[in-house]
């Protein structure tokens, strides 16, 4: 039967391709009759069938579906292109940010041709670096892949994680730094999870849920518990922490305060960075509530005896510091650092000094305070763009940091905060890429409100931009997820092939701290699709692009909003990309973590939340009147953070009701996940594939 369809599906596109106003046959897909009645609204689903995405049916059809999209996105010179120019700047050494623990410096390594990244460690100063994990040994093609890792406090142990397939189930093992000897312990069923150890480094603690009934890449994860494993001993014998089976929703983590028997037990709803503290003071105490209302974030940086530190989001949407002073039993709270007009993106304590890095219009900006909260100065910065690093413990003298930009490569640096000086470790030098052949800036346009958006526009610097350009628009706008100047092998594919690469800063990310996140989240989601419409508008404006060479592309979230957008904008753009995105508004609930989403979404068992997602929901609100652009959606088969049948039920449904011969595709990629641990011969096909289909559509 499979062998018929494709057939069929191959002499109508043969048919379809001879006559231009010959309609285009898609491969079956079988409708049911069902529907359902939700406050009062009549919903139907004709392809529901296809949430069983294991099943025969649903696999034939994703078969047949990616036998057709393979007879549009196969080769073509632009595809070869940028494959090409992948594999050469691919083929070079890259490194992470280096970090300490002890006397031990652990990296990750790749000289370009390994499908995973390799972790390295250095056992002292001037010893040579060795491999500690290679992932490529995990698996035959590359698609079983490392996930966290944590060092025991003394070194002597790592604890790692494993993914199989891209799957966000996680098996944790131990490993002898020292020895390389991996142990027999063995914890299975960890999802979202880090691994913290005790301080005497006995185990460590981690996250796990109970064992799936039904299908482990789909059924609903609730009910976590927070488990002590002891090494050396059956996964059997590990020790329950908490639990809190009357709020299965609730998620927790645990943070071992160092040099002392305090630890903190953080407690969350969904997605929401707002956080409730619980202190135990030694482990013959109770947890005893500290902040005991969802009143903002509270993140734990460090602390120095009996003085512990957080950036705190109460009464401070931009973020500020504050310390939790323990005096006799009884605790005082104290402000160190106030609310700047910049958001923080991250605090880091280390030479008894605070470093924080602070978003000035998504550029980083590092300013340094001690202890009390004085400010000492701002790092003179090698370059324009994104920081991160400054890892190391309360009295580390020497740290590590990265920059990186747009259109330059990650460089690292090496510093003294003894002094603030620095010097460059390592560089990223990738063959046939000269930084100085490409440009970058910073642009504001307004939203359909007038609000003022940022918008990073990057290409060759001597690209001659008119209306015929090819553009790609890259948002995201949710979560409270900052998309800030980042250099990508993949951007620098579309830009090597003559367009621009746009990265609008949406409303829903946290590049201005709380206030815009909230603006764009919950009953104000709209705003996050007229933010993305308007960045396209201002670019047509500009003479950069037009509808007819203008690419909408965004991955998760950020699927959802190429594919909402392009539903209210069909006039706007070419081509939409929406990738592994959330495409079912009144049912992404229903499946694996999804409900934790509601925080930033909303729930389809609120009336008025359910009418806000029933508005945008890109599965509801696809007409039969409307020449939809040319869409190619994607997903991955083993993705159980955003089920593909979000991505099934909306190809589906888009190609039943598209009124013109733009084609509607779906490409599923077969041993892959949301995105982590993608090996890199998967990765480099992926983009080549997507990004030249774009191409040949526009200039064809």
């Known amino acids: 039967m499979y062998k018929k369809y494709v057939y069929l599906s191959l002499l109508f596109l043969i048919i379809a391709c001879s006559d231009q106003e010959e309609s285009i046959n898609y491969p079956i897909s079988k409708k049911i009759d069902f529907s359902e009645n939700l406050h009062g609204y009549e919903i139907t689903d004709s392809y529901r069938w296809l949430e069983d995405f294991t099943s025969e049916d649903s696999l034939d059809w994703v078969q047949r579906q990616n036998q057709f999209t393979k007879e549009f996105i196969k080769k073509n010179k632009y595809k070869n292109n940028i494959s090409n120019y992948l594999e050469t700047i691919w083929e070079n050494e890259s490194i992470s940010i280096p970090y300490k623990a002890k006397d031990r410096t652990f990296y990750y390594f790749n000289d370009g041709s390994f499908q995973q990244s390799k972790l390295m460690v250095k056992d002292c100063t001037?010893?040579?670096?060795?491999?500690?994990?290679?992932?490529?040994?995990?698996?035959?093609?590359?698609?079983?892949?490392?996930?966290?890792?944590?060092?025991?406090?003394?070194?002597?142990y790592i604890a790692y994680s494993i993914s199989d397939g891209g799957s966000d189930w996680r098996t944790w093992k131990v490993m002898n730094i020292e020895t390389g000897e991996v142990l027999e312990d063995e914890l299975k069923w960890a999802?979202?999870?880090?691994?913290?150890?005790?301080?005497?480094?006995?185990?460590?603690?981690?996250?796990?849920?109970?064992?799936?009934d039904g299908e482990l890449l789909k059924?609903?994860?609730?009910?976590?518990?927070?488990?002590?494993?002891?090494?050396?001993?059956?996964?059997?014998?590990?020790?329950?922490?908490?639990?809190?089976?009357?709020?299965?929703?609730?998620?927790?983590?645990?943070?071992?305060?160092?040099?002392?028997?305090?630890?903190?037990?953080?407690?969350?709803?969904?997605?929401?960075?707002?956080?409730?503290?619980?202190?135990?003071?030694?482990?013959?105490?109770?947890?005893?509530?500290?902040?005991?209302?969802?009143?903002?974030?509270?993140?734990?940086i460090d602390s120095k005896d009996n003085i512990l530190w957080f950036y705190t989001t109460e009464g401070a949407p931009n973020g500020k510091i504050v310390n939790l002073e323990i005096k006799n039993s009884s605790f005082v709270w104290n402000e160190v650092i106030s609310e700047s007009e910049n958001a923080i993106r991250s605090v880091n304590?280390?030479?008894?000094?605070?470093?924080?890095?602070?978003?000035?219009?998504?550029?980083?900006?590092?300013?340094?305070?001690?202890?009390?909260?004085?400010?000492?100065?701002?790092?003179?910065?090698?370059?324009?763009?994104?920081?991160?690093?400054f890892s190391g413990d309360i009295d580390d003298t020497t740290s590590y940091f990265a920059v990186t930009n747009y259109v330059i490569p990650r460089e690292i640096y090496e510093i003294d905060l003894k002094d603030l000086s620095f010097e460059l470790f390592w560089k990223e030098e990738l063959t046939g890429y000269e930084s100085s052949d490409y440009v970058s800036r910073l642009e504001f346009y307004p939203s359909k409100d007038?609000?003022?958006?940022?918008?990073?526009?990057?290409?060759?610097?001597?690209l001659e931009i008119d209306e015929n350009t090819p553009i790609l628009i890259y948002g995201y706008g949710g979560f409270n997820i900052s998309i800030l100047p980042n250099f990508s092998k993949s951007q620098t594919a579309w830009k090597n092939q003559n367009g621009v690469y746009a990265v609008a800063n949406l409303r829903g990310g946290a590049e201005y701290g709380d206030a815009w996140h909230e603006a764009g989240m919950l009953l104000n989601k709209q705003n996050v699709f007229d933010d993305f419409a308007y960045a396209a508008k201002f670019l047509h404006s500009k003479k950069i692009g037009s509808p007819k060479t203008t690419v909408i592309d965004g991955r998760s979230n950020g699927g959802l909003l190429v594919a909402a957008t392009m539903l209210q904008n069909p006039d706007l753009y070419k081509i939409a990309i929406p990738q592994v995105g959330v495409l079912d508004m009144l049912r992404f609930n229903k499946f694996t973590i999804g409900w934790a989403w509601e925080s930033d979404y909303g729930s389809s068992e609120k009336k008025d939340e359910f009418e806000n997602l029933l508005a945008y929901s890109p599965l509801h609100n696809i007409k039969s009147d409307v020449c939809y652009p040319t869409t190619l959606v994607t997903t991955a088969s083993r993705d159980d953070r955003v089920v593909p049948s979000h991505s099934f039920k909306f190809a589906a449904k888009l190609q039943e009701l598209q009124s013109c011969n733009n084609p509607i595709l779906i490409r599923v990629e077969d041993r892959a996940g949301h995105g982590a641990g993608t090996p890199k011969d998967k990765r480099i096909n992926q983009i080549s594939e997507i990004y030249g289909y774009a191409l040949s559509v526009i200039k064809n």
């Open 126 to 156: 001037d010893c040579q670096s060795r491999v500690l994990l290679d992932p490529n040994t995990f698996s035959d093609d590359g698609t079983v892949s490392l996930g966290g890792t944590s060092v025991s406090n003394d070194a002597t």
């Open 191 to 212: 999802k979202f999870s880090g691994a913290s150890w005790e301080n005497d480094d006995s185990g460590f603690y981690y996250r796990r849920y109970e064992e799936p």
């Open 219 to 300: 059924e609903l994860n609730e009910s976590p518990k927070l488990m002590f494993h002891k090494i050396g001993t059956d996964q059997s014998e590990d020790e329950l922490i908490y639990e809190n089976p009357e709020n299965p929703r609730w998620g927790f983590g645990i943070t071992i305060v160092k040099d002392s028997e305090m630890k903190l037990l953080s407690i969350s709803e969904g997605t929401d960075d707002r956080n409730k503290i619980y202190l135990q003071l030694n482990k013959n105490s109770e947890f005893i509530p500290v902040i005991d209302e969802l009143i903002g974030t509270y993140s734990f």
């Open 349 to 389: 304590i280390i030479n008894n000094l605070f470093v924080i890095n602070y978003l000035e219009d998504t550029f980083s900006q590092i300013s340094v305070f001690n202890l009390a909260g004085e400010f000492i100065s701002k790092l003179p910065l090698p370059k324009q763009g994104t920081i991160s690093g």
């Open 450 to 462: 007038g609000t003022q958006i940022p918008i990073h526009i990057s290409h060759k610097k001597d």
